[in-house]
């Protein structure tokens, strides 16, 4: 199952469960998936989905809320054939009291379904959040946060995705629109608005999920920049103390290597034997042991007495 999808049933599954929320979901609902039919042979309401989880949460959602099975019986039903559903709406009493419900008249004339939505119905925060999850159910995505972050709302209108952004700037969750052929598409890139925008929803599983799996990438990224620095710290390491050796190796060469101090000659000696060590650790070898700043020193002047003959 796609990560959309985890989401998608996450947020079907958590109830709705006032009627003002109720109602600006429904709203939602008819918003991207609802049209009404006035010939004579199809006239009714109907809300068209291929999707399984916007059915049967659309359909639940109308039952509680306008108890249509009980008050007409048959006449919202159900029928999936071929991957498609429907539920219809016939009785236009029915009809008319979710129109009114949902403030679709204007001025005694019907708004289309895919206009914004009558701010009435989004006043409080719990509508709105009702609103936002319902709006993903229809014509949101996210993408697999194993392979990035984006989330994104397809709108068919301009006003719809301004209405959106408005809404999910009243949440401080920061989302651009753009336009893409004939849609209008609301979208969030950032990490953490999508995790922001999966606590509006409510969607605490799928928020976890993110959020762990940014955490690995986190813990994995540090592990990389750790074991880059300490490549380049052994390579510091390695390429003193090839100079060192070289330095040693003239001295050797010019013969000066026995007139050089006891404590110089002893460096010279244990450097030779321990190519790889870095300073700190080459103090150990001597008796008694020298400290970092001893050894650096020795090894200075070793090098500086080199160079004198390298002329
Ligand atoms: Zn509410």
Redesign the pocket.
């Known amino acids: 199952m796609s990560f959309s999808s985890k989401v998608k049933e996450e947020i079907s599954q958590s109830a709705i469960n006032?009627r003002?929320?109720q109602l600006?979901s429904l709203r939602a609902f008819l918003q991207f998936c609802g049209r009404i039919d006035n010939s004579e042979e199809g006239k009714g309401l109907y809300i068209e989905t291929d999707n399984a989880i916007i059915y049967r949460k659309c359909f639940t959602i109308l039952r509680k809320t306008f108890n249509i099975m009980t008050v007409t019986g048959q006449s919202a039903e159900e029928s999936p054939t071929n991957g498609h559903y429907r539920i219809y709406i016939e009785d236009s009493d029915d009809i008319w009291n979710i129109i009114q419900s949902l403030k679709l008249m204007d001025n005694g004339v019907l708004e289309p379904f895919s206009a914004p939505v009558n701010s009435l119905l989004l006043k409080?925060s719990?509508?709105k959040?009702?609103y936002i999850k319902t709006v993903f159910l229809c014509i949101g995505s996210v993408s697999d946060p194993n392979k990035g972050y984006h989330l994104e709302l397809v709108c068919d209108r301009e006003d719809q995705g301004r209405q959106i952004l408005g809404i999910l700037k009243d949440f401080n969750i920061e989302a651009k629109l753009i336009s893409r052929k004939k849609y209008y598409v609301v979208y969030i890139k950032e990490a953490e608005c999508i995790v922001d925008f999966l606590n509006v929803c409510e969607a605490y599983v799928a928020l976890m999920d993110l959020e762990n799996l940014r955490i690995v990438k986190d813990v994995r990224n540090n592990i990389n920049r750790q074991v880059n620095c300490d490549t380049a710290n052994i390579a510091k390491v390695v390429n003193a103390a090839a100079r060192q050796i070289e330095d040693i190796k003239l001295l050797e060469a010019k013969g000066v290597f026995n007139d050089l101090s006891y404590g110089l000659r002893e460096m010279a000696q244990i450097r030779l034997e321990h190519p790889d060590e870095p300073l700190n650790e080459l103090g150990r070898y001597f008796d008694p042991p020298l400290g970092k700043s001893g050894v650096n020193h020795r090894l200075r002047k070793l090098s500086e007495i080199a160079s004198e003959y390298r002329l």
């Open positions: 006032a003002h929320c600006a409080s719990c509508c959040r009702a």
